[in-house]
């Protein structure tokens, strides 16, 4: 199923929002994309990988009812043809996202595609150019879709704030395939407070508003209605909670729209598994040039994860 943008009247926004100028912002809420049943879904799909986190967190049904009651009703903006235009990669394989957040093993993986020859994106500038502002709520009709045309794998930073308007802006073949890497949450805060300790988390439906001179990951990152607000990383409960809502929000919509998708617990996996299952999942899929064959690239990865996975921390 594709993403399908509504219109949105923006009388009905809450008061104070800050908009777009259009006289309809087309918009759909964290809900609308994921359906708490689709959700409750991909949450078990998550906690397969995760062995015990929903149960550390608090159990399924408490991540469900913090889902619905702090991020279902925010809105993700921005569903227009002109700032998301259909993409177009003519002769090129589809396009690879990985829609986990940092520090879950996303550099590893960049550094793998990177080394078959395919033009891997982690964090990178050009991607995070244009204000993350203006792709998520389509303020300034930016093309939001070119730079990541120019990549075959993109990851980290901003693809997790930007994944609704990738998926949509990449029907069928033109994506093909969506990794979602994951990590115990409580893991996960520790070490990215250690390594990163003013980046935010990413949830539904987030936009963020600031500098225009500083680069979407470097800037202060204020975030107004009905966009919803993302917070610093904590391994409390209630940061469980976000983090497993997040896994779980993006292995939805990846899902509904249609694609692939491997999720991936590198911390728990062996090298050779590894490589064996991106091999067999992503080669039949277009991932790949087609005179790369499974074994070289099962090859390629195992001879590449003794060097560049052996330190994940």
């Not at 964290?30 to 608090?58: I, K, N, S």
Request: proline share 7%; glycine share 6%.
């Amino acid at each position: 199923m594709m993403l399908v943008p509504f219109v949105l009247s923006s009388a009905s926004v809450p008061r104070g929002a800050l908009l777009p100028s259009d006289d309809a912002v087309q918009a759909k809420s964290a809900l609308e994309l994921c359906p708490v049943a689709r959700f409750r879904a991909a949450l078990a799909q998550v906690d397969a990988v995760l062995p015990q986190a929903v149960h550390h967190a608090g159990g399924a049904e408490a991540i469900v009812k913090t889902y619905e009651s702090q991020y279902g009703s925010a809105l993700c903006l921005g569903f227009n043809s002109s700032t998301w235009r259909p993409s177009s990669r003519p002769g090129r394989p589809g396009l690879v996202i990985n829609a986990g957040e940092g520090t879950t093993g996303t550099t590893c993986l960049d550094e793998l595609f990177d080394g078959l020859g395919l033009r891997s994106a982690h964090f990178a500038d050009d991607l995070r150019r244009e204000s993350l502002w203006n792709c998520t709520t389509a303020s300034q009709r930016p093309d939001c879709t070119v730079a990541f045309d120019n990549y075959d794998v993109v990851s980290d930073s901003p693809v997790s704030d930007e994944l609704p308007y990738i998926l949509a802006s990449h029907p069928h073949g033109l994506l093909a395939h969506a990794i979602l890497t994951v990590r115990d949450p409580r893991e996960w805060a520790e070490k990215r407070k250690q390594d990163h300790p003013t980046n935010l988390q990413a949830v539904p439906c987030s936009c963020r508003v600031g500098s225009a001179a500083s680069l979407p990951g470097e800037e202060m990152m204020n975030v107004v209605p009905p966009c919803a607000s993302p917070p610093y990383p904590s391994s409390s409960a209630d940061g469980q909670h976000t983090t497993l809502i997040y896994d779980a929000w993006a292995a939805c919509l990846v899902q509904q729209a249609g694609h692939s998708l491997t999720l991936l617990n590198l911390f728990e996996m062996s090298h050779v598994d590894l490589a064996i299952k991106l091999a067999t999942e992503l080669r039949g899929r277009g991932a790949f040039p087609a005179d790369l064959s499974e074994a070289d690239v099962t090859a390629a990865l195992a001879n590449k994860l003794g060097s560049t996975c052996s330190m994940l921390s």
